[in-house]
């Protein structure tokens, strides 16, 4: 079974900062590379950065490169995202996501998010 656990989120003033993690298990991780994304209320998907396990290489949206940083420890199957310098427009439910490709083509399989709130 496919399983994706993000944690890490939580309520934080502007300009601070947090690191949300992914557990991931159930799956071949060669065959998937892991993303970031974001849903903001009555918004669609915003897509923030990838990683793809095999050999660490990352891409990341254009606007979301400046203040985010992603990493992998496959050692313990988890996925992280460093957010610095967080504004309040950040605010949303955070999510990764195993997908296909890096940037991704498709979003195969995601966790049931974190709630990220950056307070002006």
């Known amino acids: 079974e496919v399983q994706l656990v993000e944690s890490g989120g939580g309520l934080v003033q502007a300009g601070g900062s947090l690191r949300l993690s992914c557990l991931a298990s159930g799956f071949t991780f060669d065959d998937y590379a892991i993303a970031w994304f974001r849903q903001a209320p009555g918004k669609g998907r915003d897509g923030i950065s990838c990683i793809r396990s095999s050999d660490g290489s990352t891409y990341y949206t254009d606007s979301m490169k400046d203040r985010f940083t992603i990493s992998n420890d496959n050692a313990k199957n988890t996925v992280y995202l460093q957010m610095n310098n967080l504004k309040p427009e950040d605010t949303a439910v955070y999510y990764c996501?195993?997908?296909?490709?890096?940037?991704?083509?498709?979003?195969?399989?995601w966790g049931q998010g974190t709630q990220v709130t950056v307070s002006s």
């Open positions: 996501a195993a997908v296909t490709g890096c940037p991704p083509r498709a979003y195969d399989y």
